[in-house]
T-cell receptor, first 111, second 115 residues
Framework: QKEVEQDPGPLSVPEGAIVSLNCTYSNSAFQYFMWYRQYSRKGPELLMYTYSSGNKEDGRFTAQVDKSSKYISLFIRDSQPSDSATYLCAMIKAAGNKLTFGGGTRVLVKP | GAVVSQHPSRVICKSGTSVKIECRSLDFQATTMFWYRQFPKQSLMLMATSNEGSKATYEQGVEKDKFLINHASLTLSTLTVTSAHPEDSSFYIC???????????FGSGTQLSVL
Protein backbone atom coordinates (compact mmCIF):
# COMPACT_ATOMS: atom_id res chain seq x y z
CA GLN A 1 0.00 0.00 0.00
CA LYS A 2 1.29 3.45 -0.93
CA GLU A 3 1.88 5.96 1.84
CA VAL A 4 -0.07 8.62 -0.06
CA GLU A 5 -3.11 7.75 -2.16
CA GLN A 6 -4.60 10.03 -4.78
CA ASP A 7 -7.31 9.29 -7.34
CA PRO A 8 -5.72 9.50 -10.81
CA GLY A 9 -8.88 10.80 -12.49
CA PRO A 10 -9.32 12.18 -15.03
CA LEU A 11 -11.67 14.67 -13.42
CA SER A 12 -13.68 16.60 -15.96
CA VAL A 13 -15.66 19.71 -14.94
CA PRO A 14 -17.34 22.56 -16.80
CA GLU A 15 -15.76 26.01 -16.70
CA GLY A 16 -16.78 27.91 -13.56
CA ALA A 17 -17.36 24.79 -11.46
CA ILE A 18 -15.55 23.98 -8.24
CA VAL A 19 -12.78 21.40 -8.58
CA SER A 20 -12.40 19.17 -5.54
CA LEU A 21 -9.24 17.12 -5.10
CA ASN A 22 -8.11 15.00 -2.20
CA CYS A 23 -5.41 12.71 -0.89
CA THR A 24 -5.28 10.27 1.97
CA TYR A 25 -2.16 9.18 3.79
CA SER A 26 -1.38 6.35 6.14
CA ASN A 27 1.49 7.68 8.25
CA SER A 28 0.66 10.18 10.97
CA ALA A 29 4.28 11.34 10.91
CA PHE A 30 3.57 13.61 7.92
CA GLN A 31 3.67 17.22 9.07
CA TYR A 32 4.03 19.48 6.01
CA PHE A 33 1.52 19.34 3.18
CA MET A 34 1.72 20.79 -0.30
CA TRP A 35 -0.24 20.90 -3.53
CA TYR A 36 1.48 21.26 -6.87
CA ARG A 37 0.13 21.87 -10.36
CA GLN A 38 1.97 20.33 -13.27
CA TYR A 39 1.36 21.07 -16.92
CA SER A 40 2.47 18.54 -19.50
CA ARG A 41 6.26 18.45 -19.90
CA LYS A 42 6.79 21.15 -17.25
CA GLY A 43 8.05 21.09 -13.68
CA PRO A 44 5.52 21.14 -10.83
CA GLU A 45 4.45 24.56 -9.56
CA LEU A 46 3.81 25.03 -5.84
CA LEU A 47 0.21 26.14 -5.26
CA MET A 48 -0.43 25.69 -1.56
CA TYR A 49 1.61 24.86 1.54
CA THR A 50 0.25 24.08 5.01
CA TYR A 51 1.54 22.50 8.17
CA SER A 52 -1.47 22.48 10.47
CA SER A 53 -4.99 21.14 10.39
CA GLY A 54 -7.61 23.51 9.08
CA ASN A 55 -8.19 25.60 6.00
CA LYS A 56 -5.90 27.93 4.11
CA GLU A 57 -7.10 30.15 1.31
CA ASP A 58 -5.15 31.83 -1.47
CA GLY A 59 -7.17 33.44 -4.24
CA ARG A 60 -9.27 30.77 -5.93
CA PHE A 61 -7.49 27.97 -4.06
CA THR A 62 -8.37 26.52 -0.66
CA ALA A 63 -6.29 23.83 0.98
CA GLN A 64 -7.74 21.76 3.78
CA VAL A 65 -5.89 19.47 6.16
CA ASP A 66 -7.48 17.01 8.57
CA LYS A 67 -4.69 15.29 10.45
CA SER A 68 -7.06 13.23 12.59
CA SER A 69 -8.50 11.62 9.45
CA LYS A 70 -5.19 11.71 7.53
CA TYR A 71 -6.90 13.53 4.69
CA ILE A 72 -6.03 16.63 2.69
CA SER A 73 -8.03 18.48 0.05
CA LEU A 74 -7.62 21.19 -2.53
CA PHE A 75 -10.56 23.19 -3.85
CA ILE A 76 -10.39 25.38 -6.93
CA ARG A 77 -13.23 27.88 -7.28
CA ASP A 78 -14.40 29.39 -10.56
CA SER A 79 -12.34 26.91 -12.54
CA GLN A 80 -10.87 28.01 -15.87
CA PRO A 81 -9.68 26.00 -18.89
CA SER A 82 -6.16 27.10 -17.93
CA ASP A 83 -6.55 25.09 -14.72
CA SER A 84 -6.48 21.92 -16.80
CA ALA A 85 -3.39 20.12 -15.54
CA THR A 86 -2.25 17.35 -13.24
CA TYR A 87 -2.46 18.17 -9.54
CA LEU A 88 -0.08 16.48 -7.15
CA CYS A 89 -0.38 16.34 -3.41
CA ALA A 90 2.89 16.02 -1.52
CA MET A 91 3.95 15.79 2.08
CA ILE A 92 7.01 15.68 4.31
CA LYS A 93 7.42 13.84 7.60
CA ALA A 94 9.94 16.14 9.23
CA ALA A 95 12.25 19.01 8.42
CA GLY A 96 14.97 17.89 6.05
CA ASN A 97 13.15 14.81 4.81
CA LYS A 98 12.27 14.04 1.22
CA LEU A 99 8.91 14.77 -0.33
CA THR A 100 6.38 11.95 -0.74
CA PHE A 101 4.03 12.47 -3.66
CA GLY A 102 0.57 11.20 -4.43
CA GLY A 103 0.15 9.77 -7.92
CA GLY A 104 -1.48 12.94 -9.26
CA THR A 105 -5.00 13.72 -10.49
CA ARG A 106 -5.53 14.86 -14.05
CA VAL A 107 -8.07 17.66 -14.25
CA LEU A 108 -9.80 18.85 -17.39
CA VAL A 109 -11.86 22.05 -17.31
CA LYS A 110 -14.09 22.26 -20.35
CA PRO A 111 -15.08 25.67 -21.80
CA GLY B 1 7.73 31.97 -4.88
CA ALA B 2 11.38 31.10 -5.24
CA VAL B 3 12.82 30.46 -8.70
CA VAL B 4 14.66 27.34 -9.78
CA SER B 5 16.24 27.38 -13.22
CA GLN B 6 16.96 24.13 -15.06
CA HIS B 7 18.91 23.77 -18.31
CA PRO B 8 18.71 22.52 -20.93
CA SER B 9 14.97 22.07 -21.38
CA ARG B 10 15.46 19.51 -24.09
CA VAL B 11 18.42 17.46 -25.25
CA ILE B 12 18.84 14.81 -27.91
CA CYS B 13 22.01 12.75 -27.86
CA LYS B 14 23.53 9.64 -29.36
CA SER B 15 23.77 6.43 -27.40
CA GLY B 16 27.02 6.24 -25.44
CA THR B 17 27.47 9.96 -24.92
CA SER B 18 27.16 11.83 -21.62
CA VAL B 19 24.70 14.61 -20.87
CA LYS B 20 24.89 17.22 -18.13
CA ILE B 21 21.80 18.92 -16.69
CA GLU B 22 22.11 22.03 -14.51
CA CYS B 23 19.82 23.14 -11.71
CA ARG B 24 20.19 26.59 -10.17
CA SER B 25 18.37 28.31 -7.34
CA LEU B 26 18.22 31.91 -8.54
CA ASP B 27 17.05 33.87 -5.51
CA PHE B 28 17.87 31.67 -2.54
CA GLN B 29 20.55 29.35 -1.31
CA ALA B 30 19.75 25.65 -1.32
CA THR B 31 21.75 23.28 0.84
CA THR B 32 19.60 20.46 -0.44
CA MET B 33 18.42 19.77 -3.97
CA PHE B 34 16.59 16.75 -5.33
CA TRP B 35 16.62 15.02 -8.71
CA TYR B 36 13.56 13.26 -10.05
CA ARG B 37 12.69 11.24 -13.09
CA GLN B 38 9.22 11.14 -14.59
CA PHE B 39 7.77 8.80 -17.20
CA PRO B 40 4.68 9.76 -19.21
CA LYS B 41 1.49 9.86 -17.15
CA GLN B 42 3.30 8.85 -14.00
CA SER B 43 4.24 10.72 -10.87
CA LEU B 44 7.74 11.90 -10.03
CA MET B 45 10.24 9.30 -8.93
CA LEU B 46 12.99 10.51 -6.63
CA MET B 47 16.42 9.53 -7.89
CA ALA B 48 18.74 11.19 -5.41
CA THR B 49 19.17 13.86 -2.78
CA SER B 50 21.99 16.29 -3.43
CA ASN B 51 23.67 17.99 -0.48
CA GLU B 52 26.05 20.90 -0.93
CA GLY B 53 29.62 19.91 -0.21
CA SER B 54 28.95 16.23 0.32
CA LYS B 55 28.09 13.08 -1.60
CA ALA B 56 24.60 12.62 -2.94
CA THR B 57 22.25 10.07 -1.43
CA TYR B 58 20.78 7.78 -4.07
CA GLU B 59 17.45 5.96 -3.90
CA GLN B 60 17.38 2.22 -4.11
CA GLY B 61 17.82 0.98 -7.66
CA VAL B 62 19.44 4.16 -9.00
CA GLU B 63 22.94 3.59 -10.35
CA LYS B 64 25.40 6.01 -8.77
CA ASP B 65 27.98 5.58 -11.52
CA LYS B 66 25.45 6.25 -14.23
CA PHE B 67 23.79 9.30 -12.70
CA LEU B 68 26.55 11.51 -11.33
CA ILE B 69 25.45 14.34 -9.09
CA ASN B 70 27.56 17.29 -8.08
CA HIS B 71 26.42 20.02 -5.68
CA ALA B 72 29.47 22.26 -5.56
CA SER B 73 27.78 25.46 -4.44
CA LEU B 74 24.68 26.57 -2.56
CA THR B 75 22.98 27.55 -5.81
CA LEU B 76 24.01 24.88 -8.30
CA SER B 77 23.55 21.14 -8.61
CA THR B 78 24.30 19.14 -11.74
CA LEU B 79 23.15 15.71 -12.92
CA THR B 80 25.31 13.95 -15.49
CA VAL B 81 23.87 10.95 -17.29
CA THR B 82 26.94 8.98 -18.29
CA SER B 83 27.06 6.69 -21.33
CA ALA B 84 23.42 7.34 -22.02
CA HIS B 85 21.27 4.63 -23.60
CA PRO B 86 17.77 4.76 -25.06
CA GLU B 87 16.29 3.43 -21.81
CA ASP B 88 17.59 6.56 -20.07
CA SER B 89 15.26 8.67 -22.20
CA SER B 90 12.94 10.41 -19.76
CA PHE B 91 11.89 13.72 -18.24
CA TYR B 92 14.31 14.79 -15.51
CA ILE B 93 13.30 17.42 -12.94
CA CYS B 94 15.23 19.05 -10.12
CA UNK B 95 13.94 20.76 -7.02
CA UNK B 96 15.50 22.91 -4.32
CA UNK B 97 14.48 23.23 -0.70
CA UNK B 98 14.03 26.48 1.18
CA UNK B 99 15.31 25.47 4.60
CA UNK B 100 13.44 28.16 6.51
CA UNK B 101 10.04 26.65 5.70
CA UNK B 102 10.59 23.30 3.96
CA UNK B 103 9.00 24.52 0.75
CA UNK B 104 10.31 22.80 -2.36
CA UNK B 105 10.44 24.57 -5.71
CA PHE B 106 10.94 22.77 -8.98
CA GLY B 107 12.82 23.48 -12.15
CA SER B 108 11.05 23.36 -15.51
CA GLY B 109 12.43 19.94 -16.36
CA THR B 110 14.70 18.45 -19.03
CA GLN B 111 13.42 16.07 -21.69
CA LEU B 112 16.24 13.70 -22.57
CA SER B 113 16.00 11.64 -25.74
CA VAL B 114 18.76 9.13 -26.43
CA LEU B 115 18.92 7.83 -29.99
Amino acid sequence: QKEVEQDPGPLSVPEGAIVSLNCTYSNSAFQYFMWYRQYSRKGPELLMYTYSSGNKEDGRFTAQVDKSSKYISLFIRDSQPSDSATYLCAMIKAAGNKLTFGGGTRVLVKP
Amino acid sequence: GAVVSQHPSRVICKSGTSVKIECRSLDFQATTMFWYRQFPKQSLMLMATSNEGSKATYEQGVEKDKFLINHASLTLSTLTVTSAHPEDSSFYICSARVEANEKLFFGSGTQLSVL
